[in-house]
């Protein structure tokens, strides 16, 4: 029954659009990392590894990958902590409109990302909602310096994508048979040792996914650092911005592209050989 030319028909859409919106462009613009830069927005196609080569032997930008990196970690990690406990609440929950829960947690796409990174300028400013109500309060004399801070842009990259994780955790604990943990139960154990033993381990993929998830979307992140934090707190999609929009270096800019694009493939790739593409395609369904 299975006609191979039919299959190929079926998909054939597909792969177009993937060949002309994805792979096409990337190629293009590794192609372009080998482009000779004259002047800003000038530039020849006569061969050349210098991008390449002022890329692996500057500091400057192995310290922005770094750093970047590093924000995505934080991030991604507090992410997982602070939404597996929301994520295992929801599904614990005997509460019957289930549904009203994941609701309020979608509620926040509905709203612009541009629109609630602004609102921290609002809470975290000088005349922010914390600093007036500690100086009300008594508590502090001046302004605390929390907003254009590394601590900011984290808090910024956390409130867009605790969503994510608490999806991805959801959704791994929702496939989860719950007569185990009640064989568990029968066999003695208490519910600390039966989430322990079951609930916690079941539910590893859903975690890794969410981490997963939000470290990429935490260190390609443009817009958070970039109306949170300082010249200081710019990470690496900020720098590719400023190369290509301030400096007009198109070939370099391609360049710090590509290598942020082959970073966070190899971190996904890693993932996808020890726990599968499924589970994050399952949080990001809902």
């Not at 000779?36 to 390449?52: D, I, K, M, P, Y």
């Not at 924000?71 to 929801?90: D, E, R």
């Not at 270096?249 to 942020?260: C, D, E, F, Q």
């Amino acid at each position: 029954m299975y006609d191979p030319r039919l299959a190929w028909m079926l998909i054939a859409p597909v792969l177009l659009l993937l060949i002309f919106f994805l792979v096409l462009p990337i190629a293009v613009m590794a192609a372009y990392t080998f482009f000779t830069f004259v002047t800003a927005g000038v530039e020849t196609s006569a061969l050349t590894s210098a991008n390449w080569h002022e890329f692996l032997t500057d500091s400057y930008y192995h310290g922005f990958l770094l750093k970047t990196l590093r924000v995505g970690a934080i991030t991604a990690l507090l992410c997982g902590v602070l939404g597996y406990f929301p994520a295992y609440f929801i599904w614990a929950t005997s509460f019957k409109h289930k549904w009203l829960l994941l609701l309020l947690l979608i509620v926040p796409f509905w709203i612009s990302f541009t629109i609630r990174t602004f609102s921290w300028i609002n809470i975290l400013g000088e005349q922010g909602v914390i600093n007036v109500a500690l100086m009300k309060m008594g508590i502090i004399s001046e302004p605390l310096p929390m907003l254009y801070t590394e601590g900011a842009v984290i808090m910024g990259l956390l409130h867009f994508l605790l969503p994510y994780m608490i999806l991805n955790v959801y959704v791994s604990l929702e496939s989860i048979d719950r007569t185990l943990i009640a064989a568990a139960r029968s066999m003695g154990c208490t519910s600390a040792q039966a989430f322990r033993e079951v609930t916690l381990p079941l539910s590893l993929p859903g975690l890794a996914a969410g981490l997963l998830l939000c470290f990429v979307l935490a260190a390609g992140s443009y817009v958070t650092p970039q109306l949170l934090g300082s010249g200081r707190d710019a990470l690496f999609g900020n720098l590719i911005y400023d190369t290509i929009m301030s400096e007009l270096n198109w070939p370099m800019g391609a360049t710090l592209s590509i290598v942020l694009f082959v970073v966070l493939g190899f971190f996904a790739a890693i993932y996808t050989r020890y726990m599968g593409m499924s589970q994050i395609v399952k949080g990001l369904g809902g």
